[in-house]
């Protein structure tokens, strides 16, 4: 490291410590962004999808194009029964190439004047003196020890330095989603949309997937499900099982895996000079696993309410709490909405699941009109009160 003291210390590089540590740069405050491994960006543990091209651009940009894999224009989702759901949704997201996105967002952090230091991983972390937390730090050099006015913890799920601060992080196995990605040479499924089995005729408490990589000519498939109570066949035999059968000539270059937070916002993940960000702090959807997106506002809000504390000399988790706050009502909210959904689906026996797809369906097919309830009134009527009923 440069310096023995900076005003912010970013755990993680990330698309929320990136962001994070690039806004607080460009607002002249001194930042050290630190990342355990040696390659930003690599090895790829996700499904790459995030969100639209433009909101890429337009709050987190510039973004080089290479990054870009593929726009999307839809989601399909084959469910049980045979109810199959075509959602087109022009420029809906896009499909990354992690591998060179988490180093463009890393490189746009430096450019505005973070250090950046790869091969550097956080392990251990003071209490806060007053002034700064004291953090150690293991590189290829040794141990070496910075104080930071305040770290951001961006390093992913059941955040080390989050718990070593005494932030309860740990995931639940009932709100913890295994999952693996195959990458499979040529594109399996249509060019510009996500494709997904989900249900009891598939995974009914989790997902496969088909996500197509156009510009290097690969498919991104897997497979995911809740952590089961008892052990069976893990993810990695579900998952190529499933290639298998739907694309039995499917030519397999390389299998990732990981743990997926699907519980929503942690409920606290602030402390005195410290507040955790993307996936520490579990901001995914719910549903999905995705995290991208909801990362990076999180880096961008915690860069505003961090910036704001360090120029009036405020970080304490009371005042922090204002992120936490702002996270909600930015993703968190919606969030729980999607969580209760998975939950209530999950929750049906198939003939039910299978009806509640054909409402689905129908909406799709009356271009998301509320006057779809018309041709099936008593069926919507009837999910809609078991709904708002659910706990």
Not at 272 to 280: E, K, T
Not at 309 to 315: A, N
Request: charged share 25%.
């Amino acid at each position: 490291m440069k310096r023995t003291e900076y005003d912010v210390l970013v755990v993680g590089a990330g698309p929320a410590g990136s962001v994070a540590a690039r806004n607080l740069a460009r607002s002249g405050h001194s930042v050290l962004l630190i990342e355990k491994r040696e390659r930003i960006g690599f090895p790829v543990r996700c499904g790459e999808a995030s969100t639209k091209l433009d909101s890429l651009q337009q709050e987190f940009g510039p973004i080089d194009l290479n990054c870009i894999e593929t726009e999307l224009n839809g989601l399909y989702v084959y469910g049980p029964g045979g109810v199959e759901l075509d959602a087109a949704i022009p420029n809906v997201g896009v499909m990354l190439n992690r591998e060179k996105f988490d180093p463009c967002l890393a490189r746009l952090a430096e450019n505005a004047g973070a250090e950046v230091e790869t091969f550097a991983r956080a392990s251990a972390i003071g209490e806060d003196d007053g002034n700064f937390r004291t953090v150690s730090i293991v590189t290829s050099r040794g141990t070496e020890t910075i104080k930071a006015r305040m770290v951001i913890a961006a390093d992913g799920v059941e955040s080390r330095i989050g718990r070593l601060a005494g932030i309860v992080s740990e995931m639940k196995p009932s709100t913890t989603c295994t999952g693996v990605d195959i990458e499979v040479e040529g594109i399996l499924t249509r060019p510009d949309y996500l494709t997904f089995w989900q249900g009891r005729d598939f995974i009914n408490d989790g997902y496969i997937w088909s996500f197509p990589k156009l510009k290097s000519n690969v498919t991104n498939f897997g497979a995911g499900f809740l952590i089961p109570p008892k052990k069976g066949e893990d993810i990695e035999e579900i998952a190529l099982k499933y290639l298998k059968k739907f694309f039995p000539d499917a030519k397999v270059n390389k299998v990732v895996g990981g743990l997926i937070p699907v519980s929503g916002n942690l409920e606290h993940y602030v402390k005195d000079r410290l507040l955790l960000a993307g996936d520490a702090a579990h901001h995914t959807n719910p549903l999905t696993g995705g995290g991208i997106a909801s990362a990076m506002r999180a880096g961008q809000i915690a860069a505003e309410v961090v910036g704001a504390g360090l120029d009036s000399g405020d970080l304490s988790a009371r005042y922090l709490h204002v992120y936490e706050k702002r996270c909600m009502e930015r993703f968190g909210k919606e969030h729980l909405k999607i969580m209760k959904f998975r939950r209530f689906l999950l929750a049906l026996p198939r003939e039910e699941q299978i009806q509640v797809y054909e409402l689905i369906r129908a909406f799709l097919k009356n271009g998301k009109s509320k006057f779809f309830v018309r041709k099936m009134p008593l069926k919507f009527l009837k999910y809609a009160f078991r709904f708002l009923k659910f706990k």
